[in-house]
C-alpha cells in the first residue's frame, strides 16, 4: 500500500477485558496515517469499551461493531460483508485470533491483507503485508505463502499516534 489508498482501509482489531486496548490503539495510528495520506479507514471491532470507541470516532476514524466471536467463522462472514460494503480493497488485521483460516479466506474474497505481528503467532502468513515492529523482527524469518509478501520489520516501522509524532522534543540539561 503506498501512496494514497484509492478505496477505503478496512482495519479489523478488538479491546476490552483482558485483551487489553494496545491492538485498537495501535490501529488508531495506523487509521490516522490513512487519513494523512488522504485516504479513509474503517475500524471494525465486536469488542471495544464504549469510552474507547468515542476516542475513535473523536479522531474522526470512521468505527463500525460487527458480531461474532474474534476470530470466528461469524465474525470473519461479518467483517468481509462490511469489507465489500465499504468497498476495502485492502484489510489489516491486528489480533492473536486471526489466523491461517481467516487470512486465507480474507484474500480468497479478493482483498489484500496485511496482518501486524507480535510475537510469531503464525507459522505461516498468508498475507500481503506482515508488520512486526518489535526491535528482535529483523532477526526473525516470516514465512508467506504470498508470493513477494512485504516484510516490515523493526521499529522503523513501528505505528505511532499523531499526539506522539507532533509531542515537543525536549532537551537534556
Known amino acids: ?18 485483551l487489553g486496548i494496545g491492538h485498537v490503539t495501535r490501529m488508531i495510528a495506523l ?5 494523512g495520506l488522504g485516504g479513509q479507514a474503517v ?3 465486536p469488542t471495544c469499551p464504549g469510552g474507547f470507541e468515542l476516542r475513535i470516532t473523536g479522531e474522526g476514524i470512521r468505527f463500525q461493531r460487527v458480531e461474532g466471536e474474534p ?9 468481509l460483508e462490511l469489507a465489500r460494503a465499504h468497498g476495502a480493497s485492502w484489510m489489516v488485521v491486528d489480533g492473536y485470533h486471526f489466523l491461517e483460516n481467516y487470512q486465507r479466506a480474507v484474500r480468497s474474497a479478493g482483498h489484500k491483507l496485511m496482518c501486524v505481528d507480535d510475537y510469531g503467532h503464525c507459522g505461516v502468513w498468508h498475507a500481503d503485508a506482515i508488520l512486526n ?9 516470516f514465512i508467506a505463502s504470498v508470493p513477494d509478501a ?3 520489520a523493526g521499529p522503523r516501522y513501528a505505528l505511532l499516534r499523531k ?10 540539561p
Do not use: W
Open 1 to 18: 500500500m503506498k501512496g494514497t489508498p484509492e478505496s477505503p482501509v478496512l482495519i479489523r482489531a478488538d479491546a476490552g477485558g483482558r
Open 150 to 152: 512485504a516484510i516490515l
Open 31 to 35: 487509521a490516522q496515517a490513512i487519513s
Open 163 to 172: 499526539e506522539f509524532l507532533n509531542a515537543p522534543s525536549t532537551s537534556a
Open 71 to 79: 476470530g470466528s467463522d461469524e465474525d470473519l462472514a461479518n467483517t
Open 133 to 141: 515492529h518489535n526491535l528482535y523482527a529483523p532477526e526473525r524469518t
Open 43 to 45: 475500524l471494525v471491532c
